[in-house]
């Protein structure tokens, strides 16, 4: 048996309307644009999901454009294709939007439907647009390699264009020789290892309307390869006296036939394995013209910080003041970072895109701060409009949205199933003494407007994780979920109510909580002598 000593009670009560009590259901003439999608509706909620890489979450590089106040560290962006599509009410016809955007940066296939599973966090969805494989290939710690040279005392060896692509030395030509070994070898199996788990999730296997979207990625150079950005160089000054890695019209193509390459295998796995259940979206193509080193481009095109740039939908590596629309630290000249500068930013992991330390999925480093580090080669806001647009025209082709066939679960009809009005509810969370990445635990109980019970959990509360790398998706009589995180720093737990977040420590706003404390009063006393019996395993 286990035995936990601590529990830690935490009364949440939460309101919409007056922000005193409790509420999930608003009246909408006080919050009609930020609340307006949790009350019932005219319109049916059509459900569909987005998983993936960071080519799907986006790279959130300041708060105020965090989708979802940074929930499990994803930095998930208002700017990628997901909330796009969500915000363009054009497609949606009879229906209104029902996205669950599970994509997270860092991720890799296998996080999809297993590993982080993704999948988990989509609810019943009719279609899943997915993107990602970049980071199975190691496309980020490849572009710090060949092209950033982020940190200053590291040697990286022979330019790609001074190289032997088959024997290299270099360790830009040693990254993509890899790469290029992945892509012509296990990748097409885990793909179709992946896509296989996806339409066998029990969210999806039992819908036989469901289909999967998986999209490409962009090239990231002009397939021109106009001379002029042969002399670019955008690598960090080094004391380690590497040589510069120049844009060459050799690495170039290097990078463009790598993505071009994954882009094909997919295509032709997918036209030839699925072609009932599963769809290939070219993103690539869209992206003509407004790539890096373009002809009648410049270097400032290359750098521009505006998201909205139409010249390059591309982001380069832009210094944090100047992501922040600041003027230098006095006495640092943005154009010419020395090492020692360089080394200060960075830190030892020297990384652009990755670095040492990791930027995968669920990782703390995945913070807004760090998004000036990590965004580089990522879609801006008119790349992830551009690939907005060919998920739509692949939607339109296919007919969708559309109501679910009869197979499939009816949409909700007739009255909603809980009173509408204040809603409450509340939560005992308890701390066992298991480490911190996996020692939260919730009950809940949730009532309506009557204060009739519309939801609670099931069996021990042990049974109902809230850690950072495995939230609880709480289901109750309302349209959607209630996404809860506990968090052990500054000791408090995040809400997700469809895109309306807080915490429980807020105390004013649209959601307000009010905190019970610890039983015992002083929290957990784990791994001390005098209480080796608060984690027992014994047989019986």
Known sequence: MELTLTLKHFLKTFSLIGLTSASIIPDLSRFPSSLAHLTP??????????IGDSWGSGVAYNNDILYDNNLDYCLRTKESYGPQLEADTSWTGDFSSGLRNAACSGSELRDLAKGDYQMGKVGKPNVVVMTS?????????????????????????????????????????????????????????????????????????????????VTGYARFFGPDYDPWCENEYWNIPSVALSPTPYLSKELRTAFNDRVSDVNSLYKDTIESQFSNKVRYIDTDTGFGGHRFCEPGANHADQLNTDTHFDGVYLWNLNWPWQVANQPAPQGVDPDNISPDEARNLFGDDGGVTAWSEGSGSGNVANVPSNGWRIRPFHPRYTGFTSIKKAILAQLKNDGLPKAQSSGSSPPPSGPPAYAPGTCSFHLEERETCADNSNNL????????????????????????????????????????????????????????????????RDTSGKATCSNGGWDPRNGPKCNLQSVKSVAVSADS
Not at 41 to 50: A, E, H, L, N, Q
Not at 146 to 162: M, R
Request: net charge negative; hydrophobic share 30%; charged share 20%.
């Open 41 to 50: 509706r005219d319109k049916t909620p059509w459900p569909y999901g987005v």
């Open 441 to 504: 635990f919730a009950k809940i109980t949730m009532y309506d407007n009557d204060k009739a019970v519309i939801g609670q959990t099931n069996g021990d509360p042990l049974d109902n994780p809230i850690n950072v790398a495995d939230p609880l998706n709480f289901q109750s009589k309302l349209p959607y979920p209630l996404v809860v995180v506990g968090e052990h720093e500054n000791d408090y737990v995040q809400f997700n109510y469809n895109g309306l977040q807080f915490t429980s």
């Open 133 to 213: 494989g970049g980071n199975n290939i190691g496309f980020g710690p490849i572009i710090n390699l060949c092209i950033y040279h982020a940190n200053p005392t590291h040697n990286y060896g022979a330019a790609y264009k001074d190289d032997d692509p088959n024997n290299p030395t270099g360790d830009c030509g040693k990254a993509l020789k890899d790469a290029s070994t992945y892509i012509t070898g296990p990748m097409r199996q885990d793909l179709i290892n992946t896509i296989n788990d996806i339409l066998a999730d029990p969210s999806v296997d039992d819908n036989p309307d469901f289909l999967l979207y």
